[in-house]
């Protein structure tokens, strides 16, 4: 009894942050969906590449998508001058099976966050901003956005599931009258199982079962 009596006050003290008041509604699940797999073989519309300022390729999701699509990717990256942290340019997708590539560079965690300690999520939001914007110019009808930051950049999977889930779900409650930007499917393309771990704990706070 005395522990039951500590948790229900420390349910009381929690922030209020994960207990969001986002009503299920059933037109948006059928829209969004979670997967594990290698995002460069998905026939989408549009995938969201994790790259960095340069845009000239790197390790991870940057080089499994860079090999992937061919040589012919890395000339369009290299004429397109780089990007900014937070933002996400647009190329061609080549050999890939998608029609698109959106390359959006993620916040380096730690160095963001000395400098103040909000800027990661909002650089994070800035990714997937300008991303749904890039996707909309482009007509893409689905999305599939690889878990930008959370490799080599170090930020904490269940922390950016939280920025990233949140902002979708606000992102499509505004555009809901607009039907989306035309966007019918928007999936959260995991690879690593601590980043499934998060969004499965997640999904259902903003996105619950109807
Ligand atoms: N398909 C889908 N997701 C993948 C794949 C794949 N084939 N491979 C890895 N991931 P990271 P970052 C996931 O490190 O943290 C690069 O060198 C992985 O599990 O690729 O944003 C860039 O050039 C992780 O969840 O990107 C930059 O320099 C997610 O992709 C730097 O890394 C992101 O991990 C960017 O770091």
Redesign the pocket.
């Known amino acids: 009894i005395p522990n039951l009596t500590l948790l229900y006050k420390l349910r009381h003290l929690a922030p209020s942050l994960e207990k969001p008041e986002y009503s299920a509604k059933a037109r948006f699940n059928d829209i969004v969906s979670l997967i594990q797999h290698?995002?460069?073989a998905l026939e989408v519309s549009a995938i969201v590449n994790?790259?960095?300022r340069s845009l000239r390729?790197?390790?991870?999701?940057?080089?499994?998508i860079h090999a992937r699509a061919g040589p012919e990717l890395l000339r369009e990256c290299r004429s397109l001058d780089g990007c900014e942290t937070g933002s996400a340019k647009v190329t061609g997708a080549y050999e890939l099976p998608c029609d698109k590539v959106i390359h959006a560079v993620?916040p380096i965690y730690a160095i963001e966050k000395r400098r103040a300690s909000e800027r990661p999520a909002e650089l994070l939001r800035g990714c997937y901003q300008t991303a749904l914007q890039l996707a909309a110019e482009n007509k893409c009808k689905s999305i599939a956005f690889?878990?930008?930051?959370?490799?080599?950049?170090g930020y904490p999977s269940r922390e950016a599931a939280l920025e990233v889930l949140k902002f979708v779900r606000d992102w499509m409650d505004a555009k809901e009258s607009d039907g989306f930007d035309g966007l019918e499917h928007i999936i959260f393309?995991c690879?690593?199982k601590k980043?499934v771990i998060a969004y499965e704990e997640l999904l259902p706070l903003y996105f619950a079962p109807v």
């Open positions: 290698d995002i460069t994790a790259a960095n390729g790197g390790g991870g999701v940057d080089g499994a993620g690889a878990c930008i930051s959370t490799g080599v950049y393309c690879f690593d980043d």
